[in-house]
């Protein structure tokens, strides 16, 4: 199965949303979105491509508030991923969202700081994404696709 991880879209018009990520996303069968997707619409246009899971930014408006918890986990095989925004500052940002799941967990998703990242600390997957809007100090705009194979969890950042 091949999921498409999104952060940090900041933006508020869905078919500006579609257009950016169906390209990068085009043939994922499940989109995560740890946080600050900021409008509603943004869901259901992400929705389009395929079904979507997602937790709350600090960004984030009301109705996304609404709508998705801060913090998940979702089992998808036999993994277990676990999805938050993160928050503070982005030294130890990693070790944060780290500490919000159990030692059990196979990956962590997350965003907050923008900065694209995937490496592996205690046998966990750490996912950030990026952002496919804003880059901030990163080298480039980003989102991630994420294979969950028999053999275990491989994550690659893809540039936009």
């Given amino acids: 199965m091949r ?3 999104v952060s940090d879209t900041h933006l508020h018009c869905s078919e500006e949303a579609h257009q950016l990520l169906r390209g990068p996303l085009q043939g994922v ?3 995560l979105h740890a ?3 900021v409008a509603a619409e943004v869901i259901d246009a992400l929705d389009r491509i395929a079904p979507v899971r997602g937790v709350a930014g ?3 408006l009301p109705e996304v508030r609404r709508r998705w918890p801060e913090k998940q986990e979702i089992t998808v095989g036999a993994y277990r991923i676990g999805l938050i925004h993160g928050s503070g500052p982005p ?3 990693e070790q944060r969202v780290l500490r919000e799941f ?3 967990i196979d990956a962590v998703v997350f965003g907050h700081s923008h900065q694209p990242l995937v490496v592996r ?3 966990i997957l750490l996912i950030n994404p990026g952002s496919p809007t804003d880059r901030r100090f990163a080298p480039c705009h980003s989102v991630a696709l994420l294979d969950v194979e028999p053999g275990g969890l491989r994550a690659r950042l893809i540039r936009i």
């Fill in 58 to 60: 600090n960004m984030d």
């Fill in 121 to 123: 600390q205690c046998n």
């Fill in 91 to 93: 030294q130890g940002l």
């Fill in 3 to 5: 999921i498409g991880i």
């Fill in 35 to 37: 946080g600050d997707v």
């Fill in 102 to 104: 159990s030692p059990a």
């Fill in 29 to 31: 069968e499940l989109i």
